[in-house]
């Protein structure tokens, strides 16, 4: 069922202002607000539609890589399919995390360093870090993308032998410990 229209426009939606100087003078003053609640009303349910595509869009995006790599183990048979989605993942969001990292001392070097080193005039250097610092908003679309896919391919050539290492534990004790009821 559709949302029922808003009626609540008021031409002329007057507020009040009152106050008080002193015990004998009183100030009365009033800001007309013409139909501003009809025009917000078609903003809210944009609004509402905007925030839940973004965090339907937020979430695919963030479980993408759980998603590729579950798909590559499914795919390859892997042992313990879910274990290298979490493993792949895991390190997908800590090597994306490391280059974003990486990229901090390039940005504040742009923002602080390079105006005082143009002015210095060592041009060269200023525009080299101003320059790349406009193409880190590629790294940081790049990397994640070619990690959801490169790690988890990289991760099933070795994952057998990962598997094999950390095997179960052999520490089983046929006879009880001394003093054991």
Do not use: D
Request: proline residues 6%; glycine residues 8%.
């Amino acid at each position: 069922m559709g949302q029922r229209p808003n009626n609540s426009f008021k031409p002329n939606l007057l507020r009040y202002t009152n106050n008080m100087a002193g015990k004998a003078c009183h100030v009365v003053g009033s800001a007309t607000q013409v139909g501003l609640t009809q025009a917000l009303a078609p903003m809210e349910t944009a609004n509402y539609v905007l925030f839940l595509g973004a965090v339907i869009g937020g979430l695919a995006v963030a479980l993408l890589p759980f998603l590729v790599s579950g798909l590559i183990a499914r795919k390859a048979s892997l042992p313990r399919q879910l274990a290298f989605s979490a493993v792949s993942t895991i390190a997908t969001y800590g090597l994306t995390v490391a280059a974003l990292i990486l990229q901090a001392p390039i940005v504040a070097a742009s923002t602080y360093l390079a105006p005082s080193w143009s002015s210095l005039g060592h041009h060269g250097v200023a525009n080299l870090v101003a320059r790349s610092a406009e193409y880190l908003g590629y790294v940081t679309v790049v990397v994640p993308v070619v990690l959801t896919i490169a790690l988890p391919l990289w991760l099933k050539k070795h994952w057998l032998s990962i598997v094999s290492a950390l095997g179960a534990n052999s520490s089983f004790k046929p006879k009880p410990l001394r003093g054991s009821a």
